[in-house]
């Protein structure tokens, strides 16, 4: 996987962030993702492909890449993605190429995907990723949250329910957890968690060369 960037507000070059965002669906996710989006113009976001139906008001190529299940077979078969999983009965999987792409041209990605997504792009890109994980302030508010949305039938509200108790116990397999009692607050703690990612030592590969310099004119 490709990961230098060029983008540091000293030239240096360094290694992009595969930024993870995992939440019971409900939890604000999508929201505090299109804040981030608005506001960090070198991250760029993954696009997943999915045998879901499409929701109202949702856009094919945008929210995700809606195909069939032949297809999605075609894509597992074709190493086309670099993870994949099953999510509520449906596939979903993030597609290898767009985030080659993406980190090649230096820009940081976004992806909003499950726990197991988490973890197997965690076996793949290890240090590069950076899992965060957002939680409900309480299940009565991710009811109330769910049921407010109008976009799924009761039905499906109740399985996201069952869902989300499952979601929430895979909270220690993430490196930042974040409770979302405020939209505000977490996104700037979102953002915190990006900023001082961007500024680990270990991403920085083009410090060397502005040590040596530093050491060279001393
Ligand atoms: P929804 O159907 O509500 O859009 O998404 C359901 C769940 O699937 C969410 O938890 C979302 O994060 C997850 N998801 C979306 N895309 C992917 C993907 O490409 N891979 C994995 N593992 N999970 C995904």
Not at 114 to 136: E, S
């Amino acid at each position: 996987m490709a990961t230098a960037t060029p983008a540091d507000p000293h030239g240096f070059r360094r290694r992009g962030v595969l930024f993870v965002l995992s939440s019971p669906s409900g939890a604000g996710k999508s929201t505090i993702a299109r804040m981030l989006l608005e506001s960090e113009p070198e991250l760029a976001m993954s696009v997943s492909a999915t045998t879901r139906a499409m929701r109202p008001g949702e856009v094919d190529g945008r929210d995700y890449h809606f195909v069939d299940l032949e297809r999605f077979r075609t894509m597992v078969a074709d190493n086309a993605f670099i993870e994949w999983a099953h999510v509520f009965g449906e596939r979903y999987g993030t597609p290898r190429a767009p985030v080659d792409a993406m980190l090649s041209s230096g820009k940081d990605v976004l992806f909003d995907i499950d726990w197991q997504g988490a973890q197997q792009l965690h076996q793949i890109a290890g240090g590069d990723v950076v899992r965060v994980f957002i939680l409900p302030p309480s299940m009565e508010e991710l009811h109330r949250r769910l049921t407010s949305r109008r976009t799924d039938t009761v039905d499906v509200i109740d399985r996201r329910m069952a869902r989300a108790a499952n979601e929430v116990s895979h909270w220690d397999g993430y490196d930042y957890v974040l409770v979302n009692g405020d939209v505000e607050t977490c996104f700037a703690g979102v953002r915190t968690i990006l900023a001082a990612e961007r500024l680990r030592r270990s991403r920085q590969t083009g410090l060397i060369g502005f040590i040596r310099g530093l050491t060279r004119s001393s």
